[in-house]
């Protein structure tokens, strides 16, 4: 067997020549370009990974920006009107502008960032400003003339951008580690939030009866939303409701209502929140309520515990019983009624919208305001004459027509009722105060 080995590969004293290969000689001539070429991918490594981690980094300290940004705008709107540890409370002046702005920078810098907090630089890292939030159109609009001027028609709204920039005082930027090999030693960051307060859209306290709304001038609800005390009597204005509790006639005025589908008949509901076993759901126009006429002994002496828990506040610092209103002091229990038109009792019913005014050119809305002062038994020596055994129990009561707050969700369309939920309405958006 003969082996033939080309030239290239053999001397002429038959010695191997693979060292002159074309393919040997590439080789060894780039071994020098492997070092440069392995210096630039760790150069280039490490650019991407200080791209990752300082990015990151630059990611956490803006979701904490935007943190201490939603807290501070939740914080100044809610201080716009007055809330108190009592779910329903009267609104005598809003806004608060000055509560709102301090709230809510005071609740931004009790945040920190990036390990620092956030009032080391005392005011020159958060900006707040108050306008006025559209719920229709979803826009804001700035206020420069403040609340002395613009009132509670014209700011419902904080908007609050905290930032770190070299302007941001002693907190200044966010530091960067490996970027900064390539020059990029700081980043400013900042975050914006909007939130909005508003009249109610839906109602989250306990209700105890709901409100037959008729338009007929004539008819009860129509009256009852037209009592204007008179200087000589100011107590004229009080009305009695009758609850009704037969089962077979129409209700004329309202009835027990409650939540409905909820498990429970209205009696029984009512019963068992006095007793502390069930808390109200939320609910608005279009929402189902179920009716009730006439009410057992128990609710009728809880609903007198009630009243009397209340009156018990009278003069002090938690003063529930005194609600000023139009130069008038209106005497009981503030709650927020669910307004409907079915007038049959023993079934469900939508909450309704009349968008309506009371006799003051208020809006009437899903909910009104209205004071109990006190509940009769017919048989009860100093019940109304009106309290006939046929028509139940009555109730004393007179609507409230100045502006009062429900613990609730906010977005309805105007009325005197305010919401005391503020909601984030807008996030990343920095208005300009020009």
Same mark, same amino acid.
């Given at each position: 067997?003969?082996?033939?080995?080309?030239?290239?590969?053999?001397?002429?004293?038959?010695?191997?020549?693979?060292? @002159?290969?074309?393919?040997?000689?590439?080789?060894?001539?780039?071994?020098?370009?492997?070092?440069?070429?392995?210096?630039?991918?760790?150069?280039?490594?490490?650019?991407?990974?200080?791209?990752?981690?300082?990015?990151?980094?630059?990611?956490?300290?803006?979701?904490?920006?935007?943190?201490?940004?939603?807290?501070?705008?939740?914080?100044?709107?809610?201080?716009?009107?007055?809330?108190?540890?009592?779910?329903?409370?009267?609104?005598?002046?809003?806004?608060?502008?000055?509560?709102?702005?301090?709230?809510?920078?005071?609740?931004?810098?009790?945040?920190?960032?990036?390990?620092?907090?956030?009032?080391?630089? &005392?005011?020159?890292?958060?900006?707040?400003?108050?306008?006025?939030?559209?719920?229709?159109?979803?826009?804001?609009?700035?206020?420069?003339? %403040?609340?002395?001027?613009?009132?509670?028609?014209?700011?419902?709204?904080?908007?609050?951008?905290?930032?770190?920039?070299?302007?941001?005082?002693?907190? %200044?930027?966010?530091?960067?580690?490996?970027?900064?090999?390539?020059?990029?030693?700081?980043?400013?960051?900042?975050?914006?939030?909007?939130?909005?307060?508003?009249?109610?859209?839906?109602?989250?306290?306990?209700?105890?009866?709901?409100?037959?709304?008729?338009?007929?001038?004539?008819?009860?609800?129509?009256?009852?939303?037209?009592? !204007?005390?008179?200087?000589?009597?100011?107590?004229?204005?009080?009305?009695?409701?009758?609850?009704?509790?037969?089962?077979?006639?129409?209700?004329?005025?309202?009835?027990?209502?409650?939540?409905?589908?909820?498990?429970?008949?209205?009696?029984?509901?009512?019963?068992?929140?006095?007793?502390?076993?069930?808390?109200? %759901?939320?609910?608005?126009?279009?929402?189902?309520?179920?009716?009730?006429?006439?009410?057992?002994?128990?609710?009728?002496?809880?609903?007198?515990?009630?009243?009397?828990?209340?009156?018990?506040?009278?003069?002090?610092?938690?003063?529930?019983?005194?609600?000023?209103?139009?130069?008038?002091?209106?005497?009981?229990?503030?709650?927020?009624?669910?307004?409907?038109?079915?007038?049959?009792?023993?079934?469900?019913?939508?909450?309704?919208?009349?968008?309506?005014?009371?006799?003051?050119?208020?809006?009437?809305?899903?909910?009104?305001?209205?004071?109990?002062?006190? !509940?009769?038994?017919?048989?009860?020596?100093?019940?109304?004459?009106?309290? @006939?055994?046929?028509?139940?129990?009555?109730?004393?009561?007179?609507?409230?027509?100045?502006?009062? &707050?429900?613990?609730?969700?906010?977005?309805?369309?105007?009325?005197?009722?305010?919401?005391?939920?503020?909601?984030?309405?807008?996030?990343?958006?920095?208005?300009?105060?020009?």
């Amino acid at each position: 067997m003969i082996i033939v080995v080309p030239k290239a590969f053999v001397s002429a004293k038959g010695e191997d020549t693979m060292k @002159s290969h074309p393919i040997t000689r590439f080789l060894q001539e780039r071994r020098g370009a492997a070092g440069m070429m392995t210096a630039l991918l760790i150069i280039i490594f490490v650019a991407i990974l200080a791209i990752v981690i300082d990015l990151g980094h630059l990611h956490g300290v803006r979701n904490e920006l935007q943190n201490a940004a939603d807290a501070a705008a939740l914080a100044g709107a809610r201080a716009l009107i007055q809330i108190a540890d009592y779910p329903v409370v009267p609104v005598p002046d809003p806004p608060y502008c000055g509560l709102a702005r301090t709230t809510a920078r005071e609740t931004a810098q009790r945040n920190k960032s990036d390990g620092t907090d956030l009032t080391v630089s &005392a005011d020159l890292n958060v900006d707040v400003q108050l306008g006025w939030w559209d719920w229709e159109t979803n826009t804001w609009t700035y206020k420069a003339s %403040g609340c002395a001027l613009e009132g509670a028609n014209a700011i419902n709204a904080v908007n609050v951008v905290v930032r770190r920039n070299a302007e941001a005082g002693s907190i %200044g930027p966010v530091a960067m580690t490996l970027a900064a090999l390539f020059g990029w030693e700081t980043a400013n960051v900042k975050a914006s939030s909007t939130a909005a307060v508003g009249y109610l859209k839906k109602n989250c306290t306990f209700f105890l009866l709901a409100l037959l709304y008729k338009s007929d001038p004539d008819s009860w609800f129509q009256k009852f939303i037209s009592q !204007i005390p008179n200087s000589e009597n100011p107590g004229t204005h009080f009305l009695t409701l009758n609850t009704g509790s037969d089962k077979d006639k129409k209700m004329d005025e309202g009835a027990w209502a409650d939540m409905a589908n909820n498990g429970y008949a209205p009696a029984n509901f009512i019963k068992n929140y006095f007793k502390g076993r069930v808390e109200p %759901g939320c609910v608005g126009a279009g929402d189902e309520v179920d009716l009730q006429g006439g009410v057992d002994t128990s609710i009728l002496h809880s609903i007198k515990d009630k009243l009397a828990d209340l009156r018990s506040t009278a003069g002090s610092g938690n003063d529930q019983w005194n609600h000023s209103c139009q130069e008038y002091n209106y005497e009981g229990w503030l709650m927020c009624s669910p307004i409907v038109q079915n007038d049959q009792l023993n079934q469900t019913s939508p909450i309704v919208n009349p968008e309506s005014n009371d006799g003051w050119g208020n809006p009437i809305n899903a909910f009104i305001p209205i004071i109990i002062r006190n !509940i009769y038994n017919p048989n009860d020596k100093n019940a109304p004459p009106e309290c @006939s055994t046929y028509q139940g129990h009555c109730i004393e009561m007179a609507y409230y027509p100045c502006p009062a &707050a429900c613990e609730g969700e906010v977005g309805g369309p105007a009325g005197t009722i305010f919401g005391t939920r503020p909601k984030l309405v807008q996030f990343d958006w920095f208005p300009s105060a020009d």
